[in-house]
T-cell receptor, first 111, second 113 residues
């Protein structure tokens, strides 16, 4: 079946611009997660959605970062006024139980 | 909250040798421990997982062991092949159901042909 998909696969933007990254989870998965992975680094938790509960935003690094999820479907991660340090791969995962299934990521480059 | 440490950060082995990656966790309530493999340019993929009611699990050349008393778990890859070269992440979570995973910092495994 279809896995987690993310778009775009690559995004190059100029410093100060806003970007939106999209995640389509596996159908039926109630939980959705966003992570940031800087080059050669581990997974940095950003935000977690579980059903209709309030999202866990404890990992968002600044108020320039926000995310939304429509029901139990697509999610959008928005970064406002991008900075060069935002350059990274942004990974999305979804799950029904404790096992998370990851998408291929969006590589964001801020010039 | 849970803190997962992973060692080593890099590991090089000759093809055919075994590779072992070790992780420790801090929360004794953790009961689910997955391992992910991340190849270059791809998202992490689950390769094996273990729950706290089991001490060892094996899937072909891959095995995971869990020591709840010592709060550590390990990934063992036998008869390594060049395609095993990747970054491996361990993780732990103290709750059942969908929940946030706490990841280790990763191990870059290189299998030398």
């Amino acid at each position: 079946g279809a896995g987690v998909s993310q778009s775009p696969s690559n995004k190059v933007t100029e410093k100060g611009k806003d970007v939106e990254l999209r995640c389509d989870p596996i159908s039926g998965h109630t939980a959705l997660y966003w992570y940031r992975q800087r080059l050669g680094q581990g997974l940095e938790f950003l935000i977690y959605f579980q059903g209709n509960s309030a999202p866990d935003k404890s990992g968002l690094p600044s108020d320039r970062f926000s995310a939304e999820r429509t029901g139990e479907s697509v999610s959008t991660l928005t970064i406002q006024r991008t900075q060069q340090e935002d350059s990274a791969v942004y990974l999305c995962a979804s799950s029904l139980g404790p096992t998370q299934f990851f998408g291929p990521g969006t590589r964001l480059t801020v010039l | 909250g849970e803190n997962v440490e992973q060692h080593p950060s890099t590991l090089s082995v000759q093809e055919g040798d075994s590779a072992v990656i070790k992780c420790t966790y801090s929360d004794s309530a953790s009961n689910y421990f997955p391992w992910y493999k991340q190849e270059l340019g791809k998202g992490p993929q689950l390769i094996i997982d273990i729950r706290s009611n089991v001490g060892e699990k094996k899937d072909q050349r891959i095995a995971v062991t869990l020591n709840k008393t010592a709060k550590h778990f390990s990934l063992h890859i036998t008869e390594t092949q060049p395609e095993d070269s990747a970054v491996y992440f361990c993780a732990a979570t103290p709750q059942t159901g969908a929940n946030n995973l706490f990841f280790g910092t990763g191990t870059r495994l290189t299998v030398i042909p």
